[in-house]
């Protein structure tokens, strides 16, 4: 980029600027009387800051402000009205409740009634720390409201009521904002034993004096991810927001696009989900509109960040007959589509991305309970992902015979193919060449669209992997040989320099899987070959552009998967090794050339029986090639 310089012109307003700006200031300065109204001014926002003050780190100021008697009543209502009554209670003090089971340990804030921390108990992050989804104000939750003498408030700057239950199977804590004894609003909070999902619910019970009930409240719920794995960056790229629309469709929100906020409307639930965590907000009834916002917060020239995205919705709650009255759950948890699955009829599991269409039935139907029956018996990982990979290539291998053969044919055959192209030269024959070399097919039984149908029957089987391993939360934390986590990626060297799209370190799995790619393509290139027509004149060289994808895929292998799961690259390691291994089986034990050879000239002497879509098209041909030989006339 060319460095901007200063011309004179430039230099001499910039100096007449400054003069300006500089002579206004003094002719400008305030009064005596102005400064010490500005005193007054200022005195009397410190007050309401102190009052409205949200930092949750502080000593809230509210309680030195108002006293627990009438006066301080009196004080704290000429401030917030009717709500200024919470301000004077016992419970306006800084303290928590802790909700807890074997598997979540949630804390509660007087202030704000919000939940401000939530542990999973059973996993550690990649530096082996405790998982947090909520901690050190990273999340917020609260309604904006509107009073009845047209105060805008916010539930955040107000003091709640702790009732704690603990029963056997459950604990339940209520949380009432009071404007009275007798008038609140409530948020109730039940946790079940041994389960990640949190009952909560909104209320209220005579606010309609305290609360304009015609206007809705917004109720606001913003998360920053906190970073959890080791590659931030193949993190940062599965943690997205989602959600569910009561017809049952399910779509979730790019942080990367152009447009990082969509309004829904008949919402079922609203998720935020990390790679392997997951919080969801889910309506008992559907909502009927939310405002979702998503951020990325990663840089790629700073991957030492703590988080990943912002992630915030914004939900018009409404009031009806002057009450406020919404169930609601939270789900705070492993995004495990075993877990997820077992909310039912909520559709949770749909927050997994397995992939678009056939290859999300691949892995719903097969992938994943073929995994879950392996891992009922094996105890590695690594081990279980080999043995879905041969699974995956002995599923495959009728396939990869099936493009051999045809490879065979069209090699025995292409000989007669190339007296065709020699004995029809030219762009005025290419018409009846074309006929001709089609014909010669037919008559051998030979279809040259057969080894291309084989290849297009993998790629369903490879894009659902594609999705099934970065989703898989069980190989999280999961060594195999060098690899301390098959969830992220096995560096061997560490770089003191970032290399663009790279990275920073060097992963041995994507080498070997490049390694293993390149000799696969090298076997698979002959046969391509004889896959292709002869080379024909006006027609691009197929032989060209199959060499430059020889060496490009593994290129393309080594930089891109650097950073991926190494699950994956071990998968497409094994993958091509064993597909080399069967190529090399079929090739020199299966197929005999001399037999297909013989079949082919069997075929040959035989009457020829066209399909009628073969005749349109040989009809169809016929004609273009006379009407180019009237025109040459």
């Known amino acids: 980029m060319e460095e901007k310089k200063f011309d004179l012109n430039s230099l001499i307003g910039f100096v007449l ?36 003050e949200v930092k949750a780190s502080e000593t809230p100021l509210k309680i030195d402000i108002f006293k627990q008697d009438s006066t301080g009543l009196a004080q704290a209502k000429s401030l917030l009205g009717a709500f200024g009554y919470s301000a004077s209670l016992p419970s306006a003090t800084d303290n928590e409740t802790v909700l807890e089971n074997d598997l979540l340990k949630i804390k509660v804030a007087n202030k704000g009634g919000q939940i401000i921390e939530i542990l999973l108990k059973k996993y550690t992050d990649y530096q082996n720390k405790p998982v947090y989804l909520v901690k050190n104000n990273n999340a917020q939750f609260n309604l904006d409201f509107t009073t009845t003498d047209h105060r805008n408030l916010n539930t955040k700057e107000f003091y709640f009521e702790p009732t704690l239950t603990t029963q056997s199977d459950k604990s339940v804590l209520s949380m009432k904002l009071k404007t009275s004894e007798t008038t609140y609003l409530e948020y109730r909070y039940e946790l079940l034993k041994d389960d990640y999902m949190l009952n909560f619910s909104i209320a209220s019970k005579g606010l309609e004096s305290a609360v304009n009930t015609e206007k809705a409240i917004d109720l606001n719920w913003q998360i920053k991810t906190i970073r959890q794995e080791k590659s931030i960056k193949y993190e940062n790229q599965y943690t997205t927001l989602q959600y569910a629309f009561d017809n049952g469709e399910y779509d979730y929100l790019n942080a990367g696009a152009k447009d990082k906020q969509k309004t829904l409307t008949n919402v079922n639930w609203i998720g935020f989900k990390q790679q392997f965590f997951t919080s969801v907000l889910v309506a008992d009834k559907p909502l009927p509109s939310a405002l979702i916002i998503s951020d990325n917060l990663v840089n790629d020239e700073e991957l030492d960040t703590v988080f990943t995205k912002t992630m915030s919705a914004k939900i018009p709650l409404s009031f009806k007959n002057n009450h406020l009255t919404y169930d609601l759950k939270w789900y705070f948890g492993p995004s495990d589509y075993n877990i997820l699955s077992s909310y039912k009829d ?56 099936k493009s051999y053969v045809s490879s065979a044919k069209m090699k025995v055959l292409r000989p007669e193919m190339e007296e065709l192209n020699a004995k029809y030269k030219g762009k005025e024959n290419a018409m009846k060449r074309q006929q001709e070399t089609m014909a010669l097919q037919s008559k051998a039984g030979v279809n040259p669209m057969a080894g291309c149908v084989p290849a297009l029957l993998q790629m369903p089987v490879f894009f659902a992997l594609f999705s099934f391993f970065p989703a898989a939360i069980d190989l999280r934390q999961q060594g195999f040989l060098w690899a301390k986590d098959l969830s992220s990626y096995d560096e061997i060297i ?33 046969q391509q070959m004889n896959m292709q027509p002869p080379a024909q004149e006006g027609m691009p060289d197929m032989s060209k552009m199959m060499k430059i994808m020889m060496y490009l895929s593994p290129i393309m292998m080594l930089v891109f998967f650097n950073n991926y799961g190494s ?35 069997e075929n040959k002497k035989k009457p020829l029986k066209q399909s009628k879509f073969r005749e349109k098209i040989n009809e169809a041909m016929k004609k273009a090639q006379e009407q180019q030989e009237h025109r040459k006339k």
């Open 567 to 601: 699950g994956l690259s071990l998968y497409y390691f094994i993958s091509n090794l064993l597909t080399i291994f069967i190529m090399l089986i079929i090739k020199h034990y299966i197929i005999d050339e001399a037999k297909i050879h013989a079949q082919i000239q």
């Open 494 to 526: 560490n770089l003191p320099f970032n290399i663009p799209l790279y990275g920073n370190h060097v992963s041995l799995f994507p080498i070997l899987a490049s390694i293993a790619i390149f000799f696969y393509m090298m076997m698979t290139q002959s």
């Open 17 to 52: 600027l400054a003069a300006i700006t500089l002579w206004w200031m003094y002719t400008n300065q305030p009064t005596e009387a102005d400064k010490l109204q500005q005193i007054k001014t200022q005195d009397s926002i410190a007050k309401i800051k102190q009052v409205n």
């Open 346 to 401: 909520k559709g949770l599991e749909h927050i997994i991305n397995l992939g678009w269409g056939i290859f999300g039935w691949i892995n719903k139907y097969l992938f994943i309970n073929f995994f879950n029956f392996l891992k009922g018996y094996i105890s590695s990982y690594g081990i279980i992902i080999i043995l879905m990979t041969i699974f995956v290539r002995i599923l495959m291998s009728p396939l990869v015979y």
